[in-house]
């Protein structure tokens, strides 16, 4: 699905020359190949159990990986966050003009979208869908933020007197 979403983001000019932001439900090697493949930039959260991470010690630095016969190449990018833990980013953009800490920005910069999207998923059950066919399913999504959109004004307004 995911795969889909990035093809038609893609072959509508959505995404190209953009960076990617995935979550860590995301990473694969399939999935970077994939990425690279289309020509895309991406930065993506990876679980401190993906194989690839548990041997670097380095905050940042390249890391190898070997795919359909071929030897590829990714930047690994650890961040430390207040409560002692590390997140593990992953991208492809190697130039160093971009630093540790402006990846970490970057990837905060979602956070946002994430907070809404659970506020969406357990106030207006954005997942829940009434119907299967695309245009239905589209339809009730704008129908859920046009609902939270609302609600939002609605609680910003002063109280009428």
Known sequence: MAKQHINELHNKNFINNSIV???RDYPSYDMFDYLNE?????LM??????KMIQAI??????FEYKSKGELKKLR???IKLSDDTTEILVTNIFDEIITHHQF??????R????CKYKELKSSIEIEEFFGTKPIAIEQDFYASIYVSTLHHLLRKMPMLR
């Open 21 to 23: 932001i995935f979550g």
């Open 38 to 42: 289309k020509g895309l930039f991406f």
């Open 45 to 50: 959260r990876v679980s401190s159990s993906f």
């Open 57 to 62: 010690s380095s905050e940042d630095c390249a």
């Open 76 to 78: 690994v990018i650890k």
């Open 104 to 109: 970490k920005e970057l990837y905060f910069l």
């Open 111 to 114: 956070w946002g979208v994430e």
